[in-house]
């Protein structure tokens, strides 16, 4: 339609001008020229304007299109510059310099444009990594401008015009009980974190490539690797493997999104507004992958609106005896199956909408999984296998006040809780329940610092706590604890964080006499590079 409007005023531009002989314009001619004039200029600017706006709204939010459209309708020197050019054509009167006035012009807007946006550019040195960012994980991993090495010497740069990104971060964790009765005992008797002074590290590297440098809509490849170590074997082990090998692109204009490869879904479902989010015990015994322990799986998720969703994942399940089984019969993580684990299904359904002026941050979820892997019947362990686990989770985050809404609105307090559940003749936790009280950027002068106080119960599976009695050990039936955590932001890419724990039950249901309840100290350092 807009194209044959194009042709046709053109025709009859042509046709018009043809029989014009006289170099002394009657006034016919005049207003013949005017009109021609003027639908030259329509045709002049109207394509170069679709096609600004097509790819504004390409890469542009809707908010920044409406902005550009505002600033060009109120540009008081683009408006006096098209009222000279008009003048001009009109004293002129011939169309084929009118028409020429009018490229002219568009020229010139043309050119304002870019040199705006290369002042965009020079603004925000890092605008240009953002599309490099992981895509399709909860955690808002920092980009380059929160990292010790920025873009020095302009690494960063030289890998981002070949459509490379990368991430790079270490989490060292001390853990110490505080308590003069923490029966340490030697390493060999440590029964749980801190019982011993303990020391767990963990460091990563993600690195992307950008394909939709090549048409495809989002599209990502993401590779990274993990190394972890920690004093207290039973809470690593020791590995280094493969993180995660996985593809990404966007469907529907972003309403579908898929991502598929070694996924490790702990980044994936479940997570929470604060931090690396609740524990994930209970998920990781259902057999959902996790950082040091990724498995091949296919995710879906469709996005109603901007807030509501669905995901699904189709997972090839960690060993249905544990995460600790997984790493130490596949440390690499490059195995595709492992001795009885099976598939598992995982849906979750949300709502999620980020802090604005006047909008707390909120994120409600709910999900489902189910495991054909083989588990150890617990209530009858002579029993075979059993083949049909499931796990069920809730959890909400709330942002309930917000302490600079007028400028970074994410800045406040924040309210949440997780419940999940397993059935107990299948897993040894059966049920777990946590409060979070957390605040972001609570002080002007430490905006980004935050601040927690985290309180958990963990309820043992009854037939697993039967039986363990039934053996003359001494078991407990659940196990609870209440944190408080300061994180400060000590520089670009470093944070320290110092916190105590209280538990009461520390070991894993059963315990000694002298493993009551603990104390822990926790100091941690997180660099991101």
């Not at 600033?71 to 002129?92: C, E, F, I, S, W």
């Not at 972890?228 to 990404?248: E, F, L």
């Amino acid at each position: 339609m807009q194209s044959s409007a194009v042709v046709a005023i053109s025709t009859r531009i042509h046709s018009a001008a043809a029989p014009v002989f006289s170099f002394e314009p009657t006034a016919r001619q005049r207003r013949l020229a005017i009109a021609l004039s003027l639908a030259a200029n329509l045709v002049g600017n109207s394509a170069p304007a679709r096609a600004a706006n097509v790819l504004n709204l390409k890469s542009d939010t809707p908010d920044k299109v409406a902005q550009g459209v505002i600033q060009k309708d109120t540009d008081p020197a683009g408006n006096t510059r098209r009222r000279r050019l008009k003048r001009a054509a009109h004293l002129v009167g011939h169309s084929t310099l009118a028409q020429t006035t009018n490229t002219a012009a568009s020229k010139y807007d043309s050119a304002d444009e870019v040199a705006k946006i290369k002042t965009q550019k020079q603004t925000d040195p890092f605008a240009k990594f953002e599309n490099l960012r992981e895509k399709g994980i909860w955690p808002n991993l920092p980009g380059p401008a929160e990292t010790i090495g920025q873009d020095n010497g302009g690494v960063r740069s030289a890998l981002a015009d070949v459509g490379i990104g990368y991430i790079g971060w270490t989490l060292n964790t001390f853990v110490d009980n505080q308590l003069p009765n923490a029966a340490r005992g030697t390493i060999a008797n440590q029964l749980y974190a801190g019982q011993r002074p303990t020391f767990v590290t963990a460091n990563f590297m993600i690195v992307t490539y950008d394909l939709s440098r090549f048409g495809i809509p989002d599209g990502q490849i993401i590779v990274g690797a993990e190394q972890q170590y920690s004093t207290w074997k039973p809470g690593g082990p020791d590995r280094v493997g493969i993180n995660t090998i996985a593809y990404y692109q966007t469907f529907l204009d972003r309403k579908l999104e898929l991502k598929i490869g070694y996924l490790r879904n702990q980044n994936e479902f479940a997570g929470t507004l604060f931090a690396f989010g609740p524990s994930l015990g209970i998920l990781f015994q259902g057999g959902m992958s996790s950082n040091p322990a990724p498995t091949p799986a296919l995710n879906l998720r469709y996005n109603f609106d901007d807030r509501f969703y669905n995901k699904v994942s189709i997972q090839r399940s960690l060993s249905p005896d544990g995460q600790f089984a997984q790493i130490t019969k596949n440390p690499t993580g490059l195995s595709w199956s492992t001795a009885n684990a099976g598939v598992l299904l995982l849906d979750e359904t949300g709502y999620k909408n980020k802090a604005a002026q006047g909008l707390p941050e909120t994120w409600l979820r709910a999900g489902a999984g189910f495991n054909d892997s083989s588990y150890t019947n617990l209530a009858d362990p002579k029993q075979p296998r059993a083949n049909a686990n499931s796990v069920y989770y809730v959890a909400a985050d709330r942002q309930f006040w917000q302490s600079d809404a007028q400028g970074l609105a994410s800045r406040g307090i924040y309210g949440g809780f997780s419940a999940m559940y397993a059935p107990p003749d299948l897993n040894k936790a059966s049920r777990y329940y946590e409060l979070r009280l957390y605040a972001k950027g609570l002080f002007d002068s430490r905006p980004i610092d935050r601040i927690a106080i985290v309180a958990t119960n963990t309820t043992w599976s009854n037939f697993a706590v039967d039986a363990a009695l039934a053996k003359g050990q001494l078991a407990h039936r659940d196990s609870t604890s209440i944190s408080g955590t300061y994180t400060a932001h000590l520089a670009p890419g470093v944070y320290t964080s110092v916190g105590l724990a209280y538990i009461n039950n520390p070991t894993s249901m059963t315990y000694t006499r002298r493993t009551g309840h603990a104390l822990n100290l926790l100091v941690s350092a997180l660099i991101f590079f």
